[in-house]
């Protein structure tokens, strides 16, 4: 599990001299592995469309973790039987550098190598624009991820449905798959087969009393065919007339009946049903082995991904990317807002060696940047990222340093953000500031 915090400061003199005492006090108490977070420079437009932006970049901020920790979820769902493979199904395809946009990299790597995709997210397009982009490509993920997890689920459900029904007690189970035709008599007008439960106990009992039980019962029909801890299932032939009599006295004795009638036709259809279903789960969603053939050649045991785990593999990887590209988005206009114009500001990305050395490199940051604000001693928004995606953790709390630092949580939210620091030198005030949203964090 790795941790993560963004931080911006100004790029003027004194503060790129506070960045590298920064560094240096870090590096020093081995509190935190720290790199540049780039983000290219964007077009600002009005300060009214950059507060919109900030509330707008909030939601979807939050949207997007949502999306991010169901696909996960989902994921773990679909690989039930593979479970310790979930992370290197969980990884970002591409992104460091052009010539390695089809390799698989792991979400850690991606986040500390981050560069901003300019083919899919063109930095010379108004903020607002790509923003749109941002939320649509989010939008149809979703939308997708909707529709094929309701067909998992609903093939999922009318599986576990016919499962449960070979389950259980012979009072309760299918019998379908452990009676034969061989046990019946069938096609006849005056005799009929019943199946009777009797207690383990019973047993004597019920051998030398059935026949006596009601008048016409055939003689030494009886046959147990299956057993579980509780009782046998016994056959039992009588004539069609004395079927409600027999049940009576069978009642009387502690027998029971179970009403089953034996129909070859819908016995075939529920097993092809169940096995349809079973084959369909494998086939469509998980993962197989395949013998491939090359010329006189067969290499065994090549594996196959279901179409729904590789739609999950590829749209939870452009899905994270697009989270991160958000977070830069959300430091830019932050950023733009609290230092003002012109743009000029350096982002940093933190990782925390341990998490006994939070607090220390709390009060690092709080020292080293002081002088920005005596309420708020730099703007931070947090980026974390976590290889394994079930777990949870608390909710983190709100910080005179503005720190946001990762905790894994579960996919509901509700902790109360920061004020809104005071109006930015550089940018006349058109309205006062709302209340900002409070930032999210990244949890895989």
Not at 41 to 65: H, N, R
Not at 95 to 111: A, H, N, P, Q, R
Request: aromatic share 8%.
């Amino acid at each position: 599990m790795s941790e993560f915090w963004l931080i911006s400061a100004p790029g003027d003199k004194e503060n790129l001299q506070a960045l590298e005492r920064m560094n240096t006090v870090t590096s020093k108490s081995n509190l935190s592995y720290n790199t540049k977070f780039s983000i290219p420079d964007f077009k600002v437009g009005t300060l009214d469309s950059l507060v919109g932006l900030s509330d707008e970049l909030g939601k979807l901020d939050t949207f997007a973790e949502s999306l991010i920790k169901r696909m996960a979820q989902s994921v773990v769902e679909v690989m039930e039987d593979s479970k310790g493979k979930v992370p290197e199904n969980l990884l970002a395809n591409g992104g460091l550098k052009e010539k390695l946009k089809c390799l698989k990299i792991d979400l850690t790597s991606f986040v500390t190598h981050f560069e901003w995709d300019m083919a899919k997210y063109p930095a010379k397009q108004p903020l607002v624009c790509v923003v749109d982009t941002l939320a649509k490509q989010l939008a149809q993920i979703e939308t997708d991820l909707k529709s094929r997890t309701a067909a998992y689920n609903t093939l999922k459900t009318n599986l576990e449905n016919l499962e449960k029904k070979s389950m259980g007690n012979l009072f309760t189970r299918t019998l379908s798959d452990i009676v034969s035709k061989e046990d019946f008599v069938l096609d006849s007008e005056y005799l009929v087969t019943l199946l009777v439960i009797v207690p383990k106990p019973s047993y004597a009992q019920w051998q030398k009393t059935y026949e006596s039980l009601s008048d016409m019962v055939v003689p030494r029909s009886t046959k147990l065919i299956a057993e579980d801890n509780e009782g046998g299932l016994f056959t039992v032939t009588l004539f069609r007339k004395v079927i409600d009599d027999f049940k009576t006295k069978a009642k009387e004795n502690k027998f029971t009946v179970r009403e089953f009638y034996y129909d070859e036709k819908e016995i075939k259809r529920e097993r092809e049903e169940l096995s349809r279903l079973l084959s369909d789960k494998k086939q469509q969603y998980q993962t197989s082995c395949v013998a491939l053939k090359k010329g006189s050649s067969t290499f065994p045991d090549h594996k196959v991904q279901g179409p729904l785990l590789r739609w999950l593999k590829v749209n939870f990887s452009e899905a994270f990317i697009a989270w991160i590209h958000i977070k830069a988005l959300r430091v830019f206009v932050e950023s733009v807002l609290r230092y003002g114009l012109p743009v000029n500001f350096q982002a940093v990305l933190l990782q925390p060696h341990k998490k006994s050395s939070t607090k220390r490199l709390r009060e690092v940051l709080n020292s080293v940047f002081r002088h920005l604000d005596q309420v708020a001693a730099a703007s931070v928004l947090d980026v974390g990222v976590c290889g394994h995606p079930g777990a949870a953790a608390r909710q983190p709390r709100l910080l005179s340093l503005r720190l946001f630092p990762h905790r894994p949580q579960p996919a509901r939210l509700g902790a109360a953000g920061p004020t809104r620091p005071s109006r930015p030198c550089g940018l006349r005030r058109r309205r006062s500031f709302p209340r900002p949203r409070n930032p999210t964090e990244l949890r895989v």
